[in-house]
């Protein structure tokens, strides 16, 4: 079953969820309901851009409100593209950006459907769509996104977009990835991906728009621009703790493993390289068997795992993982025993998503040092779904091969 294009066709009740957000938003801002810590600094973020304060100067910016206190750590880009923000008070921007949130959601999931040709009958774009978005809202990286009023469901349903549909275009694919890697640096991990699977023109117009945005913010306010990359992008302080168990990325683990050792972001980053071979050839293997989800999903994993700093919310790269995982499934599904060795693997995943594992941990105030060798596992499940899932689908193009 494979189709060409994305389909048009929309079940209207799939706004009900990002209409009911603007409107949470709006009785927020009424009765002083203190929602969005993240979209108030965005906010904030675009009105001292617009007001001329500096956005690395202090810790803190002039238009948080008390409860927000906390410092800017986009790039100077990123608080330019939030400024439609501005235009609205602090709780009614988060309604709206939580709606554009879910609304990226359901792009995500629609698009992967698409792109996964052998599925089962009944995962169709048109079907299925609004039945897994509501049913992604229980995945705690996504309702923690909404939460906060972070950005991560709309960067990932850029990348997507570009990875999946406009990789067909051949004029405007590696923009979107060029856009996202502006407001948050992690999708750069997307141009290699681009090179890996022959779409060099695309990584070339990835990697140009973002230098041209970086160029334009230069001239427009450079001594933000400088102050960011010559300080603030490497600044510990204003990334908060690390070791958190909420950081689950190769670096928060050795942290947590080596007590904060000086050389654990070296060590993280020299095993982030070795699985940089594997991922790689998966990635090429995955798209010379057309297999474009898989290896998209290979490179998004990858960059959790190696990037400095990986928050449990920035995770929201479960859901195209539990669609794949429901597009493998047989069709129809067998009784007894073989369902459940057939619904494992989709089960697995989202327990580990939706349990809210590492909320139960015991975690803030430096317990994560103290942690037991169980309780190291327990708090590493999200770092262990990508290894695991790495490891069968090595296994299965390996008897493939």
Not at 13 to 27: C, D, H, Y
Not at 157 to 181: E, H, N, S
Not at 329 to 356: E, I, K, N, T
């Amino acid at each position: 079953m494979t189709e060409t294009a994305v389909p048009t066709r929309v079940n209207p009740w799939l706004f009900a969820v990002p209409a009911g957000l603007v409107v949470a938003g709006v009785i927020s801002w009424l009765i002083d309901w203190r929602l969005g810590v993240d979209s108030a600094v965005y906010r904030s973020g675009a009105l001292a851009l617009l007001h001329g304060e500096p956005l690395y100067d202090a810790m803190s910016l002039s238009a948080e409100p008390p409860w927000a206190r906390l410092p800017f750590t986009y790039p100077p880009t990123a608080a330019a593209l939030f400024t439609p923000l501005a235009l609205f008070p602090t709780q009614v921007s988060w309604g709206l950006l939580g709606a554009l949130s879910v609304l990226g959601l359901a792009v995500v999931i629609r698009v992967c459907i698409t792109a996964l040709p052998d599925r089962p009958g009944w995962l169709t774009p048109a079907g299925a769509t609004l039945p897994l978005t509501l049913l992604a809202l229980a995945i705690e990286p996504v309702w923690r996104t909404l939460f906060l009023g972070q950005i991560n469901l709309i960067l990932m349903a850029m990348i997507v977009v570009d990875v999946l549909v406009l990789g067909r275009a051949r004029r405007f694919g590696g923009v979107l990835i060029g856009v996202a890697a502006a407001v948050k640096l992690t999708p750069l991990v997307f141009i290699p991906h681009l090179l890996l699977t022959g779409r060099r023109a695309d990584a070339a117009r990835a990697a140009g728009t973002f230098v041209v945005l970086q160029g334009l913010m230069f001239l427009l306010v450079p001594h933000d621009f400088t102050r960011f990359w010559g300080y603030a992008v490497t600044d510990p302080a204003r990334t908060g703790p690390i070791y958190w168990a909420g950081n689950q990325s190769l670096n928060g683990l050795v942290l947590r493993l080596s007590d904060l050792a000086p050389w654990s972001l070296a060590v993280a980053l020299g095993i982030g390289a070795v699985l940089a071979v594997p991922a790689a050839l998966l990635v090429r293997r995955l798209h010379r068997m057309a297999e474009p989800v898989p290896a998209l999903l290979v490179t998004a994993f990858f960059g959790l795992l190696v990037s400095p700093v990986s928050w449990s919310h920035h995770w929201v790269w479960a859901v195209p993982l539990v669609v794949y995982l429901l597009s493998r499934l047989p069709d129809p599904l067998p009784a007894g025993r073989d369902r459940v060795r057939a619904l494992a693997g989709v089960g697995a995943v989202v327990l580990v998503f939706a349990s809210c594992v590492l909320l139960i941990m015991r975690n803030g105030l430096a317990r994560e040092l103290d942690w037991l060798p169980p309780e190291f596992v327990i708090g590493s499940a999200y770092l262990l779904v990508p290894v695991v899932a790495g490891g069968f689908l090595l296994a299965r193009l390996t008897r493939v091969r």
